[in-house]
């Protein structure tokens, strides 16, 4: 059973940085897409980043380009997600989510997810 534990959340001032953390357990194969979503109250669940455990290749929302960056450690089978010059609208929880797909539509879907950690940016 695939399991992902999130940590690192926190509240921090607008123009601050906060750096999550996932670690995955329970894969029956290496090569995949894991990443982060984020909900905010009132929103849809939206795609932040994703990062190939096969390679490097990484992709991102429009909105956190240039801000955030999605990395991994393959041999702790870890991702993570820098945020720097965070702003209020980044304030949300924010899910690790595992074998992430693309729909024709551009949204992001996942198979697995983790339980959520809260980023929380005040101005």
């Known amino acids: 059973q695939v399991q992902l534990a999130e940590s690192g959340g926190g509240s921090v001032q607008a123009g601050g940085s906060l750096r999550l953390s996932c670690v995955a357990s329970?894969?029956?194969?290496?090569?995949?897409?894991m990443g982060w979503f984020r909900q905010a109250p009132g929103k849809e669940r939206e795609g932040v980043a994703r990062i190939y455990t096969g390679g490097d290749s990484t992709y991102y929302a429009d909105s956190v380009k240039g801000r955030f960056t999605i990395s991994q450690d393959n041999a702790k089978n870890a991702v993570y997600l820098q945020m720097n010059s965070l702003k209020p609208d980044d304030t949300a929880m924010y899910y690790c989510?595992?074998?992430?797909?693309?729909?024709?539509?551009?949204?992001?879907?996942?198979?697995?997810w983790g339980q959520g950690t809260q980023v929380t940016v005040s101005s």
């Open positions: 989510a595992s074998d992430i797909r693309v729909a024709n539509t551009g949204s992001w879907f996942a198979d697995y």
């Open positions: 329970g894969y029956t194969r290496n090569r995949r897409f």
